[in-house]
């Protein structure tokens, strides 16, 4: 469609904006669309008992569309640039977040945010996936 629109089991659905995704998202939801999978949250920090690593592996893939290793280099790029952005030096971060070295700080913001840690640390853009989020403090990195 070309009106702003686009077919979603067979309904029109009009495009989300920034200020109007957060509607699209739960009127997904109603429609069954897309769900929310409780054990999705505790399995980002290793918190769910009473299944199997594989079963949990498998529910994160299935909710997600990510494997439970993408999900921590994401959660981990995230602490980095929170140190980053809090003006920790590089070399601080490289260890905190849980880097092997500085190529590899490098490497992984580079390929998940388009930035290196220098136009990190300097505050030029912004980055939408801090967007309305916080690194979670229970998060095990590594």
């Known amino acids: 469609m070309t009106d702003g629109r686009f077919w979603l089991e067979g309904t029109a659905w009009e495009i989300p904006s ?19 999978d409780a054990a999705v949250p505790g399995t980002i920090g290793d918190r769910i008992q009473g299944v199997t690593v ?29 140190l980053l952005r809090s003006g920790c030096p590089i070399l601080d971060v490289v260890h905190d977040a849980g ?6 700080l490098t490497r992984s913001l580079r390929r998940l945010t388009g930035q290196t840690p ?18 979670h403090p229970l998060v095990r990195i590594g």
């Open 18 to 36: 920034f200020g109007t995704a957060e509607i699209f998202v739960e009127r997904l939801a109603r429609r069954g669309v897309v769900a929310f």
């Open 118 to 135: 220098r136009q990190i640390s300097s505050n030029e853009t912004q980055l939408s996936f801090l967007y309305k989020t916080r690194p």
């Open 99 to 104: 880097y092997f070295d500085q190529p590899h």
């Open 54 to 82: 594989r079963t949990v592996q498998r529910r994160l893939l299935r909710a997600t569309g990510l494997t439970h290793g993408c999900l921590r280099q994401i959660e981990r790029a995230r602490l980095a640039v929170s």
